[in-house]
């Protein structure tokens, strides 16, 4: 009898997760079937029951349940307490335990890219909500020496600084005030929804004065190139789009479940192909 994987979120229709795992699992010779259930937030402490019952072996958490989980859950790991949110949950003897995979996958993807080591790059990052402090989490743990935040609302890029004092350089800048120091960042971070599907053609920020050695990378991956990312290719910088985090973390996610590790180009390629 096949093992049980899967995801939780509301929408999950679109998925790309039950592609690239259960393609992963064939590609392994494994036996696991990976289905997204839609669940609606009043529903979520039943559904994690079920699927404890279900003897589900592990599953992956998305919108709007990564905060919301962590009380249904017997355990977190060191990076689901370090983000307080789980993105991915591991059936180990009946017992779920949340960890989370978004921050180190993406930061994995990112070093892909990067020509200098992760501590000599001056880094932006545009937005200050859940994902912008996963990022802003995992780029210190890894060695970032310089990291600074922008957002629309100020106040939440001073507190999102002050919540995570883990370098006392950084700093919280207006959406303005970074456009005009944007010369000063190796590494800028797109992690708002600007951008995202129907208003494709809205970014938060010109990169004009951006140096010709930036990196701009966005988390959206539907649409791949952004309007942000767009300005970036046109200005000829080097672009890091958000496949290479979503394909990452679902890689890391896989190796937790399973001990193998499947072929970020072939799950890289699935997305390619059924975004266009
Ligand atoms: P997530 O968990 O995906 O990061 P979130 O916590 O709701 O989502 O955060 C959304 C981020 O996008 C915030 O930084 C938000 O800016 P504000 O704090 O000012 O709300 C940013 N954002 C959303 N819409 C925006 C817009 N039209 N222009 C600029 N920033 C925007």
């Known amino acids: 009898m096949g093992k049980l994987y899967g995801l939780i979120g509301c929408p999950v229709e679109h998925s790309m997760s039950p592609a690239i795992h259960n393609d992963a699992f064939q590609e392994n010779n494994l036996d696991g079937h990976y289905h997204a259930f839609h669940v609606e ?22 919108i709007p349940h990564k905060i919301s989980i962590i009380p249904y859950l017997d355990q977190l790991d060191e990076t689901a307490k370090i983000a307080g949110a789980v993105n991915t949950v591991v059936n180990e003897n009946g017992q779920l335990i949340g960890h989370n995979t978004d921050g180190n996958g993406y930061v994995q993807s990112l070093i892909e890219v990067i020509k200098k080591p992760l501590s000599e790059n001056k880094v932006l990052i545009i937005g200050a909500g859940g994902a912008a402090r996963g990022i802003y989490l995992t780029l210190t743990h890894s060695g970032s020496q310089h990291v600074d935040v922008c957002n629309r609302t100020i106040s939440k890029a001073e507190e999102l600084i002050k919540e995570c004092p883990f370098l006392n ?23 708002t929804a600007v951008g995202l599907h129907p208003n494709v053609d809205q970014k938060p920020i010109s990169l004009v004065n951006a140096k010709n050695s930036a990196v701009v990378s966005d988390i959206i991956y539907n649409p791949i190139q952004t309007a942000l990312l767009k300005e970036a290719k046109s200005l000829g910088l080097t672009v890091h789009t958000g496949v290479g985090m979503f394909v990452h973390q679902a890689a890391l996610a896989f190796e937790l479940w399973t001990g193998k590790t499947p072929s970020i180009e072939k799950m890289s390629a699935i997305v390619h192909n059924k975004l266009g």
């Open 41 to 62: 937030p009043d529903r979520l402490e039943e559904a994690v029951q079920a699927l404890k019952t279900l003897d589900i072996k592990g599953f992956n958490v998305t």
């Open 169 to 191: 350089t950084s700093k919280a800048l207006s959406l303005e005030e970074a456009k005009e120091n944007i010369q000063e960042y190796d590494i800028i971070i797109q992690t």
